[in-house]
Nanobody, 123 residues
Framework: QVKLVESGGGSVQTGGSLKLTCAVS????????MAWFRQGRGNERETVATVDRDGDPFYSHLVKHRFSVSKDIGKNTFILQMSNLRPEDTDMYYC?????????????????WGQGTQVTVSS
């Protein structure tokens, strides 16, 4: 079975950085589209940044130029490098995977999920 485990969350001040890591087991990340979501305040999780199965990244306008997503093929991990963090970035962040080639999709389109890691940014 596919298992995703997030790590790297924590508390930082405005302008700080965090690196979130999603450790993937049960499947090669090259065979999956991957996404980082955050809980948000609505009834669906918000898509933050993705890498599709072809390796193309996509970003929410809220994080573009501040966050970077990548796949570490050798470690079979999925990385979200977050810089210039803002208080509004405070949330629970989740790693997700899907078999299909498209990545910029909604929560319900993803098949496998981690438990989440908390990011807190103080003013």
């Amino acid at each position: 079975q596919v298992k995703l485990v997030e790590s790297g969350g924590g508390s930082v001040q405005t302008g700080g950085s965090l690196k979130l890591t999603c450790a993937v087991s049960g499947v090669a990340i090259t065979a999956r589209s991957m996404a980082w979501f955050r809980q948000g305040r609505g009834n669906e999780r918000e898509t933050v940044a993705t890498v599709d199965r072809d390796g193309d990244p996509f970003y929410s306008h809220l994080v573009k130029h501040r966050f970077s997503v990548s796949k570490d093929i050798g470690k079979n991990t999925f990385i979200l490098q977050m810089s210039n963090l803002r208080p509004e970035d405070t949330d629970m962040y989740y790693c997700a995977a899907r078999e299909g080639s498209a990545a910029w999709l909604d929560e319900e389109d993803y098949d496998d999920w981690g438990q989440g890691t908390q990011v807190t940014v103080s003013s």
